[in-house]
């Protein structure tokens, strides 16, 4: 592991995610190029999505044996040649197994980026870095697309170029399988899924999580021309500004880091995010669509990465980083369908508040999550100066390091046994020491042939 995130991984994280980042647009204009109603371009939104989980369940802890450069490539190449092919055709079951295709690729390059993302010293850095970069693109894609033409080419051709945009980057992974070194300089075995039980609770959890954000986030496109009465251009620049001040959110979880934990963001985060949902969903107007949306997208990215990384802490392997994005990817796959139906047979307003409803009854088993897994620092503020923690806490964060060398939360600490050390004599002053040889000069000398004068009269 290394103490810097990896561009590669950035890279590939980007190009994974612009996909959802740009699902409402793809929806709104595959419904008015091919002239869709809106559960069926919803449903082509699914369909990408959910081919894109399929490649993690696929892949998730394969990465290590097939190799991270390999299986980026030809994730990045699939993704340019589904997204490509889905740009150039209006014919729709061509443009769905394009998206499909296309799906699968951006998914294989989120697989290897979660993997390498879990094996840094701080995951939630890591993601908070991807997020950052995601977040830019996707809001420059917003400013200028409108003013680039009408269509779904545009954005499917944005995502297959940033995929080969991304192939160069791909020269910094591992051509192989990286070798994961123990203490003992041997390659770490294979080892089970540790945290089985809180990572299944997550995996679900997140499911539903991201499936009432893309519920709201896949129909946000038509609630603000629809409902709103705005124009595609206006939404636009709502959802570029939104996603600026998603960055600056992602800014400010980076800088907070884990000083609060993870629970405290992850729950209270999702309690706020509900309540945005509502605002954006009843919105009627420019100003309560844009306070809704700009707040929505604010917090969104800053619990989505805590999640990330809570994912990424449970397995230095990046297996259940992994597994809990694959579910999150299935649950954005059921999003836009499941929003158009809810909006199509209750309304916006009703489809806000079941969608609100349904994240504060996820925020519990979220926090339950947090707080079981990463509620308390491994060593606490001040263990390294009394307790002589700094080995362990070396130790702990490389991967494959030796279980009894890492101290394990609530376990009872060591005695401590005072050794007394002798006090050691002063150091020799320089007086005390002369050149080499005879002492005295010619008093040595007299002294000599006195003591042989001697030894001759004898």
């Known amino acids: 592991m290394s103490r810097r995130t990896p561009r590669p991984l ?40 959910m081919s894109s989980a399929a490649a993690g ?17 030809a994730g990045l190449l699939l993704a340019a040649l589904g997204y490509g092919a889905a740009a150039a055709t209006s014919f729709v079951p061509l443009v769905v197994i394009g998206a499909m295709a296309g799906g699968f690729g951006s998914g294989t390059a989120t697989t290897v980026a979660a993997t390498g993302i879990a094996g840094q ?7 908070t870095l991807g997020l950052l970069s995601v977040s830019a693109l996707a809001g420059a894609l917003y400013l200028t697309m409108p003013h ?16 080969l945009a991304t192939w160069p980057a791909t020269s910094g992974l591992e051509r192989g399988t990286p070798q994961l070194p123990t203490s003992a300089g041997q390659h770490r075995p294979a080892s089970p899924l540790p945290f089985r039980r809180s ?3 997550l995996a679900a959890a997140m499911l539903c999580w991201s499936m009432a954000q893309n519920s709201l986030w896949g129909v ?44 405290a963001p992850i729950g209270a985060g999702t309690a706020l995010i509900a309540c945005c949902i509502v605002v954006s969903a009843r919105a009627d107007d420019l100003a309560s669509f844009a306070t809704g949306e700009i707040a929505w997208n604010t917090l969104y990215p800053v619990v989505l990465s805590y999640l990330i990384g809570l994912a990424a802490s449970l397995d230095p392997r990046g297996r259940w980083a992994v597994l809990v994005g694959s579910a999150a990817s299935l649950g954005t796959a ?23 409803v349904a994240l504060l009854v996820l925020a519990l088993p979220l926090t339950a999550v947090a707080l079981h897994t990463g509620g308390s620092p491994l060593l606490r503020p001040g263990t390294v100066r009394r307790r002589g923690g700094a080995p362990a806490a070396l130790v702990a964060g490389v991967t494959g390091a030796p279980a009894g060398a890492v101290p394990q939360m609530g376990a009872a600490e060591q005695p401590v046994v005072e050794i007394t050390v002798s006090t050691p004599q002063p150091a020799p002053t320089q007086e005390e020491f002369s050149t080499a040889g005879p002492r ?4 040595a000398l007299g002294q000599s042939s006195n003591a042989n004068a001697s030894t001759s009269a004898r």
């Open 440 to 443: 005295g000069g010619s008093a």
């Open 148 to 163: 680039l033409g009408t269509g779904h080419a545009l954005p499917f051709a944005a995502i297959a170029l940033t995929a």
């Open 10 to 49: 950035v890279a590939l994280f980007t190009a994974g995610y612009l996909a959802p980042y740009l699902l409402p647009t793809v929806v709104g204009r595959l419904g008015d190029s091919l002239h869709l109603p809106p559960a069926q371009a919803g449903l082509i939104g699914s369909a990408l999505l």
């Open 220 to 263: 946000s496109s038509r609630i603000g021309t629809d409902q709103a009465g705005l124009t595609e251009i206006t939404v636009g620049a709502v959802f570029a500004v939104a996603l600026g001040t998603a960055l600056v959110g992602v800014l400010g979880a980076g800088a907070l880091g884990s000083r609060l934990g993870r629970a």
């Open 334 to 356: 059921c999003g836009p369908l499941t929003g158009s139906v809810l909006s199509q047979t209750a309304g916006y307003p009703a489809m806000g508040t079941t969608l609100a």
């Open 121 to 127: 010293r701080d995951p939630h850095r890591a993601s």
């Open 199 to 201: 990572g299944l609770v």
């Open 57 to 73: 369940f696929t892949f998730a802890g394969r990465v290590d044996r097939t190799g991270p450069r390999t299986l980026a490539r």
